[in-house]
Antibody, heavy 123, light 108 residues
Framework: EVQLVESGGDLVQPGGSLRISCAASGFTFSSNPMSWVRQAPGKGLEWVSEISGPGKDTNYADSVRGRFTISRDNSKNTLYLQMDSLRVEDTAVYYC????????????????WGQGALVTVSS | EIVLTQSPGTLSLSPGERATLSCRASQSISNNFLAWYQQKPGQAPSLIIYGASSRATGIPDRFSGSGSGTEFTLTISRLEPEDFAVYYCQQYGGSPKTFGRGTKVEIK
């Protein structure tokens, strides 16, 4: 059974930093690209970042580029999101999400999601 | 950036009725890389449809996806009580990946 369990969500002041984690199990984590998707309170979904299976290739939404860093430790089956220079508008539930696979190729639709980590940025 | 417009914003229907949800893209989505998700209150989204028309594992056949280019549709043939939720479309044919704002299917 695929499981994604986020942790590390917290209340942080504007300008502060936070790292959230996502522990994965039930699939071959090291080969599966992963993403972070966030949802502000009462709002829709926003793709934040993605990382390849080996961890060498990353990509970011313009809204977080230069402030957030995605990484992974395949020996620990864990995905991370380091968030620096946090802003009030970064307040959201952050979901880790597993890429799907279609016709033998990885695709950026999300076939499994974690339960989410709440990050609140407020003074 | 591909903008996805979902309509209607809210759909009020009764159990057993047919639901038709629309997702329109601001430009053609390559290879029909369009997915649909269901989200219930307090829960994470869950995948229903990928590739515009392929049902995800375990999704009942009352859910169907169709469309191509810029016009896509999610149809629920007969609404069950557990189907009342918010539905999002997402495109993964262009960068950045984008989501629609959602359609809420509520009990009439």
């Amino acid at each position: 059974e695929v499981q994604l369990v986020e942790s590390g969500g917290d209340l942080v002041q504007p300008g502060g930093s936070l790292r959230i984690s996502c522990a994965a199990s039930g699939f071959t984590f090291s080969s599966n690209p992963m993403s972070w998707v966030r949802q502000a309170p009462g709002k829709g979904l926003e793709w934040v970042s993605e990382i390849s299976g080996p961890g060498k290739d990353t990509n970011y939404a313009d809204s977080v580029r230069g402030r957030f860093t995605i990484s992974r430790d395949n020996s620990k089956n864990t995905l991370y999101l380091q968030m620096d220079s946090l802003r009030v508008e970064d307040t959201a539930v952050y979901y880790c999400a597993k890429w799907g696979r279609d016709y033998g190729a990885w695709r950026t639709y999300f076939d499994y999601w974690g339960q989410g980590a709440l990050v609140t940025v407020s003074s | 950036e591909i903008v996805l417009t979902q309509s209607p914003g809210t759909l009020s229907l009764s159990p057993g009725e047919r639901a038709t949800l629309s997702c329109r893209a601001s430009q053609s989505i390559s290879n029909n890389f369009l997915a649909w998700y269901q989200q219930k209150p307090g829960q994470a989204p869950s995948l229903i449809i990928y590739g515009a028309s392929s049902r995800a594992t375990g999704i009942p056949d009352r859910f169907s996806g169709s469309g191509s280019g810029t016009e896509f549709t999610l149809t629920i043939s007969r609404l069950e009580p557990e189907d009342f939720a918010v539905y999002y479309c997402q495109q993964y044919g262009g960068s950045p990946k984008t989501f629609g704002r959602g359609t809420k299917v509520e009990i009439k």
